[in-house]
């Protein structure tokens, strides 16, 4: 296939893909307008072991880019969440789409975008949990 060909089936590709990720994006921010950051602070336990999942969990739910999961963490940190809550939250946030999920599913495949973002939000627990375990190893504390 010659580079013309190439770049032409390129551009009808993303042009049939533009509405779908348009929808997303606009959902995506739809939730994030709607709920503030001041909200997650109080779905949280305390509790070592359930809060990375509830923060995996909203994460999950909310997902957006980095920039903003920066601000809304270090809003968690002020209102004195867990840092393993915090950092499963984020993680999940940029990894995790359950927003997304039927856009991913119908442009990379059902078994895919369902794999993907089920281990997306496991390693998401389980690295905030080396998270704490490491800093709290190091006596670092926050």
Not at 28 to 41: D, F, K, Q, W
Not at 54 to 66: D, H, K, R
Not at 86 to 92: G, K, N, P, Y
């Amino acid at each position: 296939m010659d580079p013309v060909q190439s770049a032409r089936k390129t551009l009808t590709s993303f042009t049939q893909m533009l509405p779908i990720i348009i929808g997303v994006l606009l959902l995506i921010s739809l939730v994030n307008a709607t709920i503030p950051a001041e909200a997650y602070a109080g779905f949280f336990t305390g509790n070592v072991l359930i809060d990375p999942v509830l923060g995996a969990a909203f994460g999950s739910i909310a997902s957006g880019n980095p920039i903003t999961s920066y601000i809304i963490g270090g809003e968690l940190i002020a209102a004195h969440i867990s840092l393993t809550a915090v950092t499963a939250f984020i993680l999940s946030w940029v990894t995790v789409g359950l927003i997304s999920l039927p856009a991913e599913m119908d442009l990379l495949g059902k078994r895919f975008a369902v794999t993907r973002n089920l281990l997306s939000f496991l390693f998401s627990i389980l690295i905030a949990l080396l998270v704490d375990l490491t800093l709290t190893s190091f006596g670092v504390s926050l």
